[in-house]
């Protein structure tokens, strides 16, 4: 089979959970089928060069620049670009009739343009989408409002205008909320018409299905299917004999507000946590604001330490070196791949009790569970696992079994097959 994998962004230069599970699945299918990854590439973006394609680890990855030289800038057309980007819609026409897929498989459409599933809908070519967060329904893609809070709905889009505003770095244009909800109604519509040509939605979590099935989309077309990990990645943390508890705790990924990093390091400032050892790893160059504020706060706790960018090496370092991994995130999470290559190395997992975490960490079972954001339960939850040092042993105990790459692709070629032989539309 001829496979196109659309993504957001990708690898080397974008190394979240998304990026690293499709590049593990392109190349667990690459072993038995054509593949092809078409992503956006930022350093592209305004130049002569619309378009480059070439090899990457043995993956054919087309990446195209979101604009050409001269196109319009600034936050409306930002805006525009994020879900219906003609740019890009012409190029993705054109790669279509040229590799000719037999089936297309969205793992992200931000940056890229919902247009791009019309498009292989128009020519009879069956889509299925993995929905890695909430994209479709919200413009932030995380259901998060910039003061930390969950976002359960947006009366009439003011809500998201005044979000807008205040990631745009213009809090001002608050007061402009009626105004500006059209434009959030607009993409609403825009999207909707796009993912009818969908044949079936792919959720790595119970939770994630349920706020798509309550924002409409037909429950009969989401399938349950957990991420594939690709376990060669952790050959040194899967092969680490585990000892007794050695007082060693983990973050690994973006160094992002919405993460609740912040938070961790926080906790690590109680007397309590003196003995105990917090390293970090995440890219400091994503968001260098935030990333120079925690360097600032683990400076004066002796116990933390920030280790850069996390790698497949760092990662297999990290785990090998870690008793917990914890993930203290602010928003839904939906299926972190941190968590699964914790799982695979024998590492627990502490999460916060939020979203699709508590479906991933069983608390007292193959982790513990923290209320979200805060500090103090967060540290009565470390002090836990310093007081009980055998606590370590009997979560590993309960750790699941993980999916395997090969046998998630494996899932998903059936899938595939499926959908190639079915006929017709649904409705979103």
């Not at 599933?117 to 967060?133: E, K, S, Y």
């Not at 998060?144 to 009366?155: A, F, K």
């Not at 007082?247 to 912040?262: D, M, N, P, T």
């Not at 979560?395 to 790459?405: H, M, N």
């Amino acid at each position: 089979m001829r496979i196109l994998l659309p993504i957001h962004q990708y690898l080397p230069h974008s190394r979240a959970g998304t990026e690293v599970y499709t590049h593990s699945l392109a190349r667990e299918l690459a072993q038995r089928h054509d593949v092809l990854v078409y992503c956006h590439e930022p350093t592209l973006d305004g130049g002569d060069e619309p378009a480059r394609e070439a090899p990457y680890e043995g993956i054919t990855v087309r990446r195209v620049a979101a604009f050409g030289r001269g196109a319009a800038r600034g936050p409306w057309a930002e805006f525009r670009r994020d879900y219906a980007n003609p740019y890009i819609a012409a190029d993705f026409g054109r790669t279509v009739d040229r590799y000719r897929p037999v089936v297309v498989h969205v793992q992200h459409l931000k940056g890229l343009s919902a247009g791009l599933v019309t498009q292989c809908a128009q020519r009879g070519i069956p889509v299925v989408m993995t929905l890695h967060d909430y994209w479709a329904v919200c413009p932030n893609a995380q259901c998060v409002r910039p003061d930390g809070t969950i976002c359960y709905r947006s009366h009439a889009r003011l809500a998201c205008a005044h979000c807008a505003a205040e990631r745009a770095g213009m809090p001002a244009l608050r007061w402009a909320a009626p105004a500006l909800a059209p434009a959030f109604f607009a993409r609403d519509a825009a999207i909707r018409r796009a993912l009818r040509g969908v044949r079936r939605f792919i959720s790595p979590s119970h939770f994630l299905k349920g706020r798509m099935v309550a924002a409409g989309v037909p429950a009969e077309r989401i399938v349950v299917l957990e991420n594939g990990l690709d376990r060669a990645r952790l050959a040194i943390s899967c092969a680490t004999p585990r000892g007794p508890w050695r007082g060693h705790y983990a973050f690994i990924g973006s160094l992002a507000w919405q993460k609740g990093v912040e938070v961790l390091v926080r906790a690590f400032g109680d007397a309590a946590l003196a003995a105990a050892q917090l390293r970090i790893w995440g890219n400091p160059d994503a968001f260098p604001a935030y990333a120079r504020r925690l360097r600032a706060l683990a400076a004066s706790r002796p116990n933390v330490t920030l280790e850069g960018e996390a790698d497949d090496r760092a990662v297999d370092a990290a785990l090998a070196w870690a008793d917990y991994l914890v993930v203290p995130s602010l928003w839904w999470e939906n299926s972190p791949v941190t968590i699964q290559e914790a799982y695979a190395a024998g590492v627990p997992v502490i999460a916060s009790r939020l979203g699709a975490l508590e479906e991933k960490v069983r608390d007292g079972v193959s982790g513990l569970l923290f209320a979200p954001g805060d500090v103090g339960d967060l540290v009565s939850v470390l002090r836990r696992t310093i007081d009980e040092p055998d606590l370590l042993a009997r979560l590993r105990a309960g750790i699941p079994p993980v999916t395997t790459i090969a046998d998630h692709a494996a899932q998903l070629e059936a899938l595939y097959a499926a959908v190639r032989a079915e006929t017709g539309r649904g409705g979103f």
